[in-house]
């Protein structure tokens, strides 16, 4: 009887807090090593030791994508050509998860030089549309060579368009 008058106030303590009954259901499984159910990852295509993307309640988080093609080779040509293939990566990302470029609200933007900010801003631009999430750009020697990396961090709680301002 101890057991449940004390998991009675243990619940109805939860209860009082707002924290419902996670509580008692997180604490009945910390001892074993099950990953939480809130968390999903989203496997490459390579041996590579990271996530394509993970889901993290209704965040998703995309590792930095760089320009392959669609046989996965690595784009070499023109920064518009690397950032089209690089966006449409991410895309391709953004749909496993149920996704598109309208759910980003944040970009991190890696370019192997300043001098191309310019015409990576336009290709961007058009890509994007007017839904501009937050963004970071950095200049920076990029893995394979590749002129531009980007990452995104989206949020997919809902499915239904954010409005345009």
Known sequence: MRFFASARHTLLA???LGLGTSITAYAATTDQAA??????RFLGDSDLPFSRAVQAGDF????GQIPLNAKGEIVRSSIEDQTNATLDRIEETLKLAGAD???VVKVTVYLSDMAL??????????R???NFPAR???Q???????????DVQAWTGTKTRPAKH
């Open 101 to 103: 470029l309208s759910h």
């Open 117 to 126: 900010y310019d015409q990576f801003n336009k290709t961007y631009k058009e």
């Open 60 to 63: 998703l988080f995309l590792s």
């Open 14 to 16: 939860c209860s009082v």
């Open 140 to 150: 920076a020697k990029l893995v394979g060579g590749v002129d531009v990396e980007i």
């Open 128 to 130: 994007l549309g007017s």
């Open 35 to 40: 990953e939480p159910t809130a968390i999903k």
């Open 136 to 138: 970071s750009l950095v």
